[in-house]
């Protein structure tokens, strides 16, 4: 028998969401129903994950539960903070993901969760407003309100421990300042000055969540954790963090789609991505300082991928352009369309059209429930800082200033395999499964 390094899954697991918007009802709703045996948690890995472990003729096929000690889903209690009142029914209702055969037979649970009142500036999220706002404060006291809030809902649901997801909005694009993100104690004076330039409100939220002694999880493509204040801070709480961007649909396929360009070397000259969706986050994303958010995640993959200092004569002049466009017909069910243009052999060129109508939460809430999840085993791993095993989940992987990122989804699949046979006391290996 190899030893687990994982200490077991006692008592409940809170998960405090920030955004009680499409994605968060989704996950959550699929959780109830789960639950309850009425549906099941398809795309989770950690839910319904078959993998390999040993090797030749050792090796054995087994459930990821059944390998680490996944928490159970019947353990785990759902919080939230939003801007809007409404609880998790309304906003499951409002967010129109699912049908009400699908939300009705959990509409008890849903309607138990109140969100708490948002630390929200609505100069990051120009499009949006709602009430459910805490007082005007400065940063640093709004931040001992959010961790009163984990508190109250880690006491009042008794749980064992709490792991906080921002599902919540992209904020407005605000690049790294050194002076203020590049130490944790630089981070803290601009957080008591007040400095709500620099410091945005999902930050806040990240520091609650660390000093509570929670595992951070950034499911948006904000800078939030993705500075060295943060990762100072992980360290110091001994923390794990994760992120950036929940990679659900486009750019899940161009991760799939370039490594098979460079490993063939095929060329690249063009990749054309656009999008329509008509839900909220779409409304958010139409304010161009968001969009640019996105838009910066969005470009990395395939920059990454497609890596121009290994081969110049096939990636250093491509054109490449990502575009979204809010279409209210379309609610949450996003259309993208891929147009690639390549060369081959004697630089003869083609075209590639990906045309994926696909359901934009449908797609998020097993990222963001396995998210969770691996947050709270690494946790009782004992692991801290950056979860690089996670950048399977992720659009932006979120990784340390001299070394690069890996977004190539089966080599990110590998790395998550790998970390899970790792903690289960397995050697990691590079076998053909
Ligand atoms: N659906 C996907 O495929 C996908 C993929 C990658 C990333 N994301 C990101 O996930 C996030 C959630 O997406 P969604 O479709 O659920 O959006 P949504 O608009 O339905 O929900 C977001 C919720 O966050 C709330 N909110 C905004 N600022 C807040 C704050 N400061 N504090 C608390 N609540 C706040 C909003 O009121 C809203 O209800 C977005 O940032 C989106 O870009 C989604």
Not at 37 to 42: A, D, N, V
Not at 169 to 182: A, L, M, Q, W
Request: glycine share 6%; charged share 25%; net charge negative.
């Amino acid at each position: 028998m190899k030893e687990n390094r994982v200490k077991p899954s006692n008592g409940k697991l809170g998960v405090m969401c920030v955004g009680l918007g499409a994605v968060t009802t989704t996950t959550i709703a699929g959780v109830l129903m789960s639950r309850k045996g009425l549906s099941k948690p398809i795309g989770s890995f950690a839910c319904e994950g078959i993998m390999r472990l040993g090797k030749g003729s050792d090796k054995i096929y087994k459930e990821v539960k059944h390998i680490l000690p996944i928490a159970p889903l019947h353990d785990i209690v759902f919080g939230a903070w939003d801007i809007y009142e409404d609880n998790g029914y309304e906003a499951a209702v409002k967010a129109n993901v699912l049908r009400s055969s699908d939300i009705d037979p959990i509409k008890d649970e849903l309607t138990q969760i109140q969100p708490y009142k948002a630390l929200f500036d609505k100069s990051y999220a120009t499009n949006i407003d709602g009430p459910n706002v805490k007082e005007p404060a400065t940063r640093w006291e709004q931040t001992e309100e959010l961790r009163k809030d984990i508190r109250h809902f880690k006491e009042a649901n008794n749980c064992d421990r709490v792991v906080v997801i921002w599902i919540a909005s992209t904020e407005k694009y605000i690049p790294r300042d050194e002076k203020v993100h590049g130490s944790l104690s630089s981070f803290e004076a601009a957080m008591k000055a007040d400095d709500k330039e620099h410091i945005a409100p999902s930050m806040c939220y990240a520091y609650a969540a660390m000093r509570e002694g929670c595992p951070f999880v950034m499911g948006a493509p904000n800078l939030c954790i993705d500075i060295p204040a943060m990762w100072e801070l992980a360290n110091e709480t001994k923390m794990p963090i994760s992120g950036k961007d929940f990679k659900s649909g486009q750019t899940m396929m161009k991760t799939v789609l370039a490594p098979a360009f460079f490993t063939r070397q095929l060329g690249v000259t063009g990749w054309f991505s656009t999008n329509i969706l008509g839900n909220r986050d779409g409304i958010v994303l139409d304010a161009p300082e968001n969009f640019e958010t996105k838009r910066r995640s969005k470009m990395s993959a395939v920059e990454n991928i497609l890596d121009s200092d290994i081969y110049p004569q096939l990636y250093s002049d491509i054109y490449h352009k990502v575009r979204i466009n809010y279409y209210p017909p379309r609610g949450d069910e996003k259309e993208s369309w891929d147009n690639i243009d390549i060369f081959g052999w004697m630089g003869y060129p083609m075209t590639i059209k990906v045309n994926f109508l696909c359901r934009d939460s449908i797609l998020a809430a097993p990222i963001a429930l396995d998210l969770i999840l691996f947050s709270d085993i690494a946790l009782r791993s004992g692991l801290y800082g950056i979860q690089d095993f996670l950048s399977f989940y992720c659009k932006a992987p979120m990784h340390a200033d001299n070394e690069k990122p890996v977004h190539d989804l089966f080599k990110q699949f590998a790395m998550l395999k790998n970390k899970i046979r790792e903690l289960a006391g397995y050697e990691a290996d590079q076998e053909l499964d």
